[in-house]
T-cell receptor, first 112, second 119 residues
Framework: GESVGLHLPTLSVQEGDNSIINCAYS??????FIWYKQESGKGPQFIID?????DKRQGQRVTVLLNKTVKHLSLQIAATQPGDSAVYFC???????????FGKGTTLSVSS | GAGVSQTPSNKVTEKGKYVELRCDPI?????LYWYRQSLGQGPEFLIY????????DSGLPNDRFFAVRPEGSVSTLKIQRTERGDSAVYLC?????????????????FGPGTRLTVL
């Protein structure tokens, strides 16, 4: 069935390093992908999205890469800061009009 | 500006009781979503409203769960005969438009959630 997963449950980096968080998805028909950040006690917060007709999209300090050949999504965070510490989820939309499916999440810990 | 709000923030109940969880979406957002998040997991879709009607309720786990949005704004998630397995954080989100369409139209803004504990 449809599922979205992340390769690593935890990632620890030093402040100033670049972070890469990975996600594998299983539905080749998915047309839209989103990365969310969730801090403790809060709801998920939108970071960046990408449509299936793109392979890269950049935001402020973040870049999302989509490789449809291997059904892989990644989030790159440049110059990681302690405030980036949170759980990161990728989500996919199977097709327009259907609900988002979230993966299990990667906990990013940034030490200064 | 005001974001999505949810009340109560915490709810403790006993097995078999009935609970109602409330969501106030961002003003003007036509779409509203309910999710359930268990510890260490990603949010799991429950139901999606477009205006007053449930456009997709395929995520509701069984008939003990029901949600309404009578005036197209505030929504209430209702759980009957609660079970210990219902314990989770229930998240609500709203978006300007629905699930189809471009990113700025359907970006989902999440509330802080209601933590439900069934003893």
């Amino acid at each position: 069935g449809e599922s979205v997963g992340l390769h690593l449950p935890t990632l620890s980096v030093q402040e100033g390093d670049n972070s890469i968080i990975n996600c594998a998805y299983s539905n080749s028909a998915s047309d839209y992908f989103i990365w969310y950040k969730q801090e403790s006690g809060k709801g998920p917060q939108f970071i960046i999205d990408i449509r299936s007709n793109m392979d890269k999209r950049q935001g402020q300090r973040v870049t999302v890469l989509l490789n449809k050949t291997v059904k892989h999504l990644s989030l790159q965070i440049a110059a990681t800061q302690p405030g980036d510490s949170a759980v990161y989820f990728c989500a996919e939309r199977g097709q327009a009009g259907t609900a988002l499916i979230f993966g299990k999440g990667t906990t990013l810990s940034v030490s200064s | 500006g005001a974001g999505v709000s949810q009340t109560p923030s915490n709810k403790v109940t006993e097995k078999g009781k009935y609970v109602e969880l409330r969501c106030d979406p961002i003003s003007g957002h036509t779409a509203l979503y309910w999710y359930r998040q268990s510890l260490g997991q990603g949010p799991e879709f429950l139901i999606y409203f477009q205006g007053t009607g449930a456009a997709d309720d395929s995520g509701l786990p069984n008939d003990r769960f029901f949600a309404v949005r009578p005036e197209g704004s505030v929504s209430t998630l209702k759980i009957q005969r609660t079970e210990r397995g219902d314990s989770a954080v229930y998240l609500c989100a709203s978006s300007l438009g629905g699930l189809a369409g471009g990113s700025s139209y359907n970006e989902q803004f999440f509330g802080p959630g209601t933590r439900l504990t069934v003893l």
